[in-house]
C-alpha cells in the first residue's frame, strides 16, 4: 500500500503538513491544498489520487461538498474526514455520505496511519472484488455468447444435426434435421429417440453409445423418401473416457448419387453404342479375311468400305466423348478465327446428306446463293463444325420419313445465327429446357429405337457459351423443332 497517492486538503496549515510529514516518511505520496476549491484543482490536474484526507470546514468550499465532487469525477477515491469535536455530527453525516471513517482532531500519527492503513486495505479489497465480479460477468457473457454461437452455427449448418444423451432422448435437433425427419420437427426436444422413424438412425446411434471402451464412429447411407444421406453417428466422449451422448450428421449425397448412376449409366450406355459398329466392322472385316463369302474384287472393296464407314463414326463418337471431359476439365483450346458461319454450315450438310437421303429426309440449306450476307464470327473452326454437326444430326435423327430439315444462316443484331429447323416429333416444354443437360435423352414411342448419347446437346451448349453466344429451342410435339445458336459478330467488343 506504500506509495499511495493521498491528497490531504485543510485550510490549517499545521494539520497540513503534519499530515505531509507523518505520511511520507511511511512512504505514501502525497499531495496538499488550502481549502477545497484548491483541493478539487489539484485533484483535476494531478489525480487519480488513491484517498482524500479532508478537513469539514474551509473557505470556498466546504469538505462534504469536495467529496461529493471528487466521487462525482472517480468513485474510487475513499474520502477520510479529519475533524474538529465542533464538527462531529458533520462527520457522522460525512461518513453516511460515503466517507469511509473520520478522525477526531487532534489526532496521533499512528492514529492517522492505522485510518489510512484501514482505508487503503478495504480500498484494495473494494477494487479486487468488483475486478472479480467483472471477470466473472464478461465470463459468463462469454460463455452465453459461445453457446448462442454454436447455436446459430448449428441452426444454420445445411447438414441436419441430432444430438442424443446417454438416456436416449434426442436433446437437439437443428432445422435441417427437422426438414429430412419430420416427426422431428413436430417434436420439442428433449423426446425418446424411439420416436425417430428411421430404424437405421436409431440403429447406428445405438451402436455408438453402447460400443465397449467408449470409441465408434458410425457412418451409413440412409435413403429419407427421395433423397439420400451420408450419416456419420459420432460419440460425445467426457474426459474420463465415458460416452455421455451421440452426435448424428445427415449430410445430403442426393446429387453425387445422382451423378454416380448418370455416370455408371452413360459408361454402359457407350459400352453399347460402341459394340454395335464394332460388332458390324469386325463381321465385315471377317468376311473379308476368312473369304467365306466367295466375291470378288469389287465386293471385297465395298465390304471393307462398309467396314471404315463404322470405324469412322465410332472415331466420331470418341472425339465427342473426348471433347466433353476436355471441355469439361478445361483443357479444351479454342482456336479462334474469322469465319463464315454459311461456309461451315456447307461443309457440314455435304457431310449429312447420304444419311438424310437414306432416311428420305430433305436436307436444305436456305438462302444459299442469295440473300443478306451473313457476318463472320471469330469461332473455332473444329467448334463450330461440332455445334452445327450436332444440331443437323438431331434433326434428321429425330425427324421420321417424308420430312424436312432445313439450315439457315442469319443475322439478329450483334448476332450471327445458325438455325436448324427440322419437321421432326418435338419436344414438350419439360424437354425443352431439359434436352441440354448431360445424357438426358427423351424416352417415348416416337425415340424408341434410336440411338444415341444424349451428350451432343450439352457439348453443343457449352461450346456455344465459350464463344460468349447463346442456343435456344423453339418447338411443338409432332410438328418439329427449331434450334437457333447466336454467335457475337466478329469486331463487335
Ligand atoms: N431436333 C430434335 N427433335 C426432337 N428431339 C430432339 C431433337 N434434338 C434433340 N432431341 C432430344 O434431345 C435429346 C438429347 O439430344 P442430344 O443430341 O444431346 O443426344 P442424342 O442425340 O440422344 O445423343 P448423341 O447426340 O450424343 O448421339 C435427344 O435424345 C432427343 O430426345
Ligand atoms: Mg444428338
Known amino acids: 500500500m506504500s506509495g499511495a497517492r493521498i491528497l490531504v486538503v485543510d485550510d490549517e496549515p499545521g494539520v ?36 482524500l484526507l479532508v478537513d469539514l470546514m474551509m473557505p470556498r468550499m ?26 462531529i455530527d458533520t462527520a457522522v453525516e460525512g461518513t453516511r455520505q460515503g466517507a469511509y471513517t473520520y478522525i477526531p482532531k487532534p489526532f496521533t500519527a499512528d492514529e492517522l496511519l492505522l485510518a489510512i492503513k484501514n482505508g487503503l486495505e478495504r480500498r484494495a479489497l473494494a477494487l479486487e472484488a468488483r475486478r472479480l465480479r467483472a471477470d ?42 427437422a426438414r429430412i425427419m419430420p416427426e422431428c420437427a413436430e417434436r420439442q426436444p428433449p423426446f425418446p429417440m424411439a420416436e425417430l422413424a428411421s430404424e437405421d438412425v436409431r440403429e447406428i446411434v445405438s451402436v455408438v453409445l453402447d460400443a465397449p471402451g467408449g470409441f465408434m464412429i458410425l457412418t451409413r447411407e440412409i435413403r429419407f423418401g427421395e ?3 451420408m450419416t456419420n453417428v459420432s460419440p460425445i466422449l467426457e474426459p474420463d473416457g465415458s460416452t455421455s451422448g451421440a452426435v448424428a450428421v445427415f449430410s445430403d449425397i442426393t446429387g453425387i448419387k445422382k451423378l454416380e448412376t448418370a455416370k455408371s449409366m452413360f459408361v454402359s450406355m457407350v459400352a453399347h453404342e460402341i459394340k454395335n459398329p464394332l460388332a458390324a466392322a469386325e463381321g465385315w472385316l471377317n468376311l473379308v479375311l476368312t473369304g467365306a463369302a466367295k466375291v470378288d474384287r469389287d465386293e471385297e472393296r465395298r465390304m ?16 465427342e466423348l473426348l471433347n466433353l471431359t476436355a471441355i469439361e476439365t478445361g483443357r479444351f483450346q479454342l482456336h479462334r478465327v474469322p469465319l463464315d458461319p454459311a461456309a461451315v454450315v456447307a461443309e457440314v450438310v455435304e457431310v449429312h446428306r447420304e ?3 437414306g432416311k428420305r429426309v430433305t436436307l436444305l440449306v436456305e438462302g444459299a446463293g442469295g440473300g443478306t450476307p451473313v457476318p463472320t464470327v471469330l469461332a473455332d473452326r473444329a467448334a463450330l463444325s461440332i455445334i452445327v454437326a450436332n444440331l443437323v444430326d438431331n434433326a434428321v435423327k429425330y425427324t421420321p420419313e417424308g420430312g ?24 414438350s416444354v419439360e424437354d425443352r429446357e431439359r434436352v441440354f443437360e448431360e445424357f438426358y435423352r427423351v424416352r417415348s414411342e416416337q425415340t424408341h429405337g434410336i440411338t444415341g448419347t444424349g451428350l451432343g446437346l450439352s457439348l453443343v451448349k457449352r461450346l456455344v457459351e465459350q464463344h460468349q453466344g447463346s442456343i435456344s429451342v423453339d418447338s411443338e410435339p409432332g410438328k418439329g423443332s427449331t434450334f437457333t445458336v447466336r454467335l457475337p459478330v466478329e469486331g463487335i467488343p
Open 136 to 177: 466473472r460477468e464478461r465470463r459468463m457473457l462469454e460463455l452465453a455468447l459461445e453457446r448462442s454461437r454454436s447455436t446459430t452455427i448449428i441452426t444454420a449448418m445445411p447438414d441436419g444435426v441430432l444430438v442424443i444423451n446417454a438416456e436416449r432422448l434426442v436433446v437437439l435437433r437443428n432445422a435441417a434435421a
Open 404 to 427: 424436312t430439315v432445313s439450315v439457315a444462316t442469319g443475322r439478329e443484331g450483334m448476332y450471327a445465327t445458325v438455325s436448324v429447323h427440322d419437321t421432326g416429333i418435338g419436344l
Open 304 to 319: 471393307l468400305e462398309r467396314a471404315m464407314v463404322r470405324m469412322r463414326s465410332l472415331r466420331a463418337m470418341v472425339n
Open 227 to 229: 433423397q439420400v444421406f
Open 16 to 51: 497540513r503538513e503534519g499530515c505531509r510529514k507523518i505520511l511520507t516518511a511511511e512512504g505514501y505520496d502525497v499531495t496538499v491544498a488550502e481549502d477545497g476549491q484548491a483541493g478539487l484543482e489539484r485533484f483535476e490536474a494531478e489525480g487519480p489520487f488513491a484517498m
Open 355 to 357: 444419311k438424310a437421303a
Open 62 to 87: 466546504s469538505g462534504l461538498e469536495l467529496m461529493r465532487e471528487v466521487s462525482a469525477r472517480d468513485p474510487d477515491v475513499l474520502p477520510v474526514i479529519i475533524t474538529a469535536h465542533a464538527t
